[in-house]
């Protein structure tokens, strides 16, 4: 079965961190782009950062440059966003995702994923 499994989501407040987890399993998890996206109420889903399978490139928002890092543990099947200084606006629901291969679309599409998370809420307070 395949699963993608958040964790790490809660309350913090702003200028705050966080660090999520994005754990894999029944699928090849080496070869799979992940993103991290976010939706908050009322708002379309974004993308926040993506990392790639072998050259393990990243992206991210420019709303989260400088401020969130994606890394990824083939050894774990895990991929993880460490938050910091977290704004009021960083409030939402984040869900990662996993692109197969070939990866040749737009990292911040949803239409590229495969699988999704159940997702992890975050709130930060102002």
């Known amino acids: 079965e395949v699963q993608l499994v958040e964790s790490g989501g809660g309350l913090v407040q702003a200028g705050g961190s966080l660090r999520l987890s994005c754990a894999a399993s029944g699928f090849t998890f080496d070869d799979y782009a992940v993103g991290w996206f976010r939706q908050a109420p009322g708002k379309e889903r974004e993308g926040v950062s993506c990392i790639g399978s072998i050259v393990e490139q990243t992206d991210y928002a420019d709303s989260v440059k400088g401020r969130f890092t994606i890394s990824r543990d083939k050894g774990k099947n895990t991929v993880y966003l460490q938050m910091n200084s977290l704004k009021p606006e960083d409030t939402a629901v984040y869900y990662c995702?996993?692109?197969?291969?070939?990866?040749?679309?737009?990292?911040?599409?949803?239409?590229?994923?495969?699988?999704w998370g159940q997702g992890t809420q975050v709130t930060v307070s102002s």
């Open positions: 995702a996993a692109d197969p291969p070939p990866h040749g679309g737009t990292w911040d599409s949803p239409e590229e994923y495969e699988y």
